[in-house]
């Protein structure tokens, strides 16, 4: 099993910045991709970017230029920085690990930080 715990998130006014930090514990493999998703109220849950453990990264088309994705692997911890934050941003930020283990891909999930945007 692998627990992942959030950090960072709150309220902001449009176009200010904010980070996230997500740290993996428990069953950690290395071959594996973590990232950020959101929900916002009534909307499903969408990629937001995404980064694997030798550093390719992926960006939705409404954060890119706007949100970077790091990670540190030795502390088994992503980061996500969020400049220039719209309104529309707001939601429910979780946290993904995706990881293989003995040929088998599985997924892990953070209980989710708020982000919310002011106009």
């Known amino acids: 099993q692998v627990q992942l715990v959030e950090s960072g998130g709150g309220l902001v006014q449009a176009g200010g910045s904010l980070g996230l930090s997500c740290a993996a514990s428990g069953s950690i493999f290395s071959i594996n991709t973590m990232g950020w998703y959101r929900q916002a109220p009534g909307k499903q849950r969408d990629l937001v970017a995404t980064?694997?453990?030798?550093?390719?990264?992926n960006y939705a088309d409404s954060v890119k230029g706007r949100f970077t994705i790091s990670r540190d692997n030795a502390k088994n911890t992503v980061y996500l920085q969020m400049n220039s934050l719209k309104p529309e941003d707001t939601a429910v930020y979780y946290c993904n690990r995706h990881q293989r283990r003995f040929g088998r891909w599985y997924d892990y999930w953070g209980q989710g930080t708020q982000v919310t945007v002011s106009s």
């Open positions: 980064i694997t453990n030798d550093g390719s990264t």
